[in-house]
């Protein structure tokens, strides 16, 4: 199973964002209700360590807590875009449940992220001859003006196509007050 672990958004949130996924040569957009801010991707994971995986991360304490999302982005940061991405606040208490979550899976023997985390949503991935059409979409304006609660995470199993991967929600874990 190929996993990771997630927090969802607000179906209001994720049509404002379909409105920055304008038909592109080059581009392909995140089908609207797979956008998602990526605490942990766990790639490929057997099914008997789904089950400590699950009751790890059901154990995990963290209260519930706001963020607010604005601006385009890109990865990399330097050179022509491969990631076209919205960006999030950056809140200490997403920082604290992303590096709780982080340190869950460490101790089950799963690897540390090789990158610093970056809360995003990734709107699309650029293909070479994207590159232009990516540049028009990323002088767009956005910001969301409601603050989202984040009250859940999610763990979620992705499932590789050739239409896009396909998620799948296994187990939702709610956050304190």
Known sequence: MRLFIAIELPDALKNELRSLQDPAEGIRWQATGQLH???????DTTVDRVKDLKYRLNNLQSPSFSISVKGLGKFPKKGNPKVIWVGVSKSKKLFQLQEKVEKSCLKLGFEKGRRTFVPHITLGRVKKDGEVEAYRILRKPFAYPEKITVNHFTLFESRLSPEGAQHKAL??????L
């Open 171 to 176: 187990e939702r874990y709610e956050l304190g």
């Open 37 to 43: 801010i990526t605490l942990k991707f766990l790639g």
